[in-house]
């Protein structure tokens, strides 16, 4: 073995330290991608959360009545507080259902009982879309499937509900 140090000439020096500070530098540029991909992946998701809708179960009947409440939603660094509604009642069993109030054909806003021609029916004006009381599509209408049915938990008394749940066509 040889006890003599190997030098290292200027070429070499010069391209450890270009290829050490380009290393650095694209690092740094990295960093930042790689966070904005990772973050929202990492951070607690609000979207199963239950909010309260404001209504009591005593309040709730078996016909449907629209509630609406506000939601806190935050993107980036943007509060906002949409409105929700929902279309509530109770079933013959007396349980609480709670329906959205999207036509799941198009999209407009159904309402009860809205047309003179088909009462005890949600009916959607926009292309005369018709469903049962339980939000089920009546066939020979545009929509194809069913309204969807929020999510619930009732606390204390009090109707929480949470997303949408899509629901297959009939």
């Known amino acids: 073995m040889s006890n003599k140090k190997q030098q290292v000439s200027r070429r070499q020096f010069l391209n450890y330290t270009l290829t050490g500070v380009g290393g650095f530098m694209a690092a740094g540029l990295l960093v930042s991608p790689l966070r904005m991909a990772i ?3 990492l951070k607690h998701s609000s979207s199963g959360d239950f909010v309260n809708v404001g209504i009591s179960v005593d309040e709730i009947n078996d016909t449907p009545q629209r509630i609406d409440w506000t939601v806190e939603q935050v993107d ?12 509530v ?41 018709l469903y049962t009381k339980d939000g089920v599509n009546v066939p020979g209408t545009p929509p194809l499937a069913p309204l ?5 938990e009732i606390r204390d008394g009090i109707l929480f509900l949470g997303n949408p749940i899509e629901r297959e066509g009939a």
């Open 76 to 87: 980036g660094w943007y509060k906002s507080e949409p409105s929700r509604s929902a279309w």
């Open 89 to 129: 009642y109770k079933d013959e069993n007396g349980d609480v259902v709670a329906l959205s109030p999207i036509c799941t054909h198009l999209g407009c806003v159904v309402s009860w009982e809205g047309s003179d021609q088909h009462p005890d029916h949600f009916y959607c004006p926009c292309h005369n879309g």
């Open 148 to 152: 969807p049915v929020y999510e619930q």
């Open 39 to 41: 973050d929202p992946v």
